[in-house]
């Protein structure tokens, strides 16, 4: 049973023998990309283990924003925000895009120069971002009973639907000749001299020569049994959604107590930024020294915890095409959210904004964040394996650059040249020395 909402579609019922691109994973960076090779007449299968779109890809806030990014994503934010505003009328389906602008608001001096800094650096990928004044601030929270210091505001971002955007996009893509298989596992792949050669699936064995690797945080796992090394972390965040109420706000929101925004079914989406709980795993263990400059800059918001995760990975190491692999024997991570975490949220919303008190929660889940060692993706070829790619780790900022992905992920699978540079999210960058280091706000 899932916890948050999600549309549901018609998906396809037959393993195709063989395909020009088998993409594993069906969440907003499997299935845009999905979407974009369709409409080039690129043969597509997409192998979902569970349902499209049901794990983080409709878990997260729903904010479509440039603001705060690592500025090597800026590029991909860019372009993404122009493909959500195209794609609703390309596809005949409203994803739930508006442009609202995102707001940053704080009381903390500290931050407010960190933001200047970090508006300084955007303004060379053509990102106009405000510092707001306290007043400014103010004005950009109606309604607000705390005191603002001041702010950022970036009136080209905006917000779009998780529970509609991965689903309806993969209807499109079917429309346009992909295929979508839902409770379908993608269990080993087969090569020959090195190269991708087909899928073992739990239905079969679909041939191909490009293999693309969207399993958010399954990713991992599936790489490690292949021989490929891909550091990545897991951090379990909460959502909540509240009752519908009037429209206060309208613009996404964060504060140093809370982050909202606006739904289309007139509630708001609230959750508190930078909390997570990370479960210990022989990954994560495996992985620690890569991970540490992110956990000590973002400890104060992590619970560390012990326990079934542990296990259940330290048995999962190893498996054959013949056998029921780990994504059949738990097809969607759909973890319960943590309650005393939200309700600090809630609580801090409803004194910030007293007109909108009286909204209770709705419904509330937890979501799987992969992450990585810097906290931005990898989209890149694996060298070690001709004809395979990765596109994961979007470490939270995943939903919002989805479209972008996509359509990058398109071109480099078909040998074409993507309309913003992948080099900062090549997979090499993990092994080569390079500085892993963790920036951006969220």
Known sequence: MLHQPLERIETDTVLPAAADVVIIGGGIAGISTAYFLARKGISTVVLEKGFVGAEQSSRNWGWCRQQGRNLNELGLARRSLELWESLPDEIGADLGFRRTGVVFVTDDPAELAGWERWRDGAQQYQVHSQILTAAEAQARTPGSKKRWLGGLFTPSDGRAEPAKAAPFLARAARQRGAVVLENCAARLIETAAGHVAGVVTERGTIHTGTVLCAGGAWSSLFCRRHGIDLPQAVVHGSVARTTAGPEIIGECVATPGFAVRRRT??????????????????????????????????????????????????????????????????????????????????????????????????????????????????????????????????????????????????????????????????????????????????
Not at 317 to 323: E, L
Not at 346 to 358: M, Q, W
Not at 379 to 406: E, K, L, N, Q, R
């Open 265 to 442: 079914d007139d509630g708001y989406t609230v959750a508190m930024s930078g909390r997570g709980t990370v479960h210990l795993t022989p990954a994560l263990l495996r992985y620690g020294l890569k991970f540490l400059p992110m956990y000590l800059q973002r400890r104060k918001g992590l619970k560390i915890r012990f326990g079934k995760p542990f296990f259940d990975e330290l048995f999962a190491a190893r498996w054959s095409g013949d056998q029921v692999s780990p994504f059949e024997k738990k097809r969607i991570i759909d973890p319960p959210a943590d309650m005393e975490l939200l309700g600090r949220a809630i609580a801090e919303f409803h004194t910030t904004f007293p007109e909108l008190a009286s909204l209770g929660i709705a419904d509330s889940w937890g979501g799987a964040i992969d992450s990585m060692p810097d906290l931005i993706p990898v989209i890149s070829p694996v060298d070690a394996m001709a004809g395979f790619f990765i596109a994961t780790g979007f470490s939270g900022h995943g939903f919002g650059i989805g479209p972008g992905t996509g359509e990058a992920v398109a071109e480099m699978v078909t040998g074409g040249k993507p309309a913003v540079d992948l080099k900062p999210f090549r997979y090499s960058r993990l092994h080569d020395g390079t500085r892993l280091r963790p920036d951006g706000k969220f």
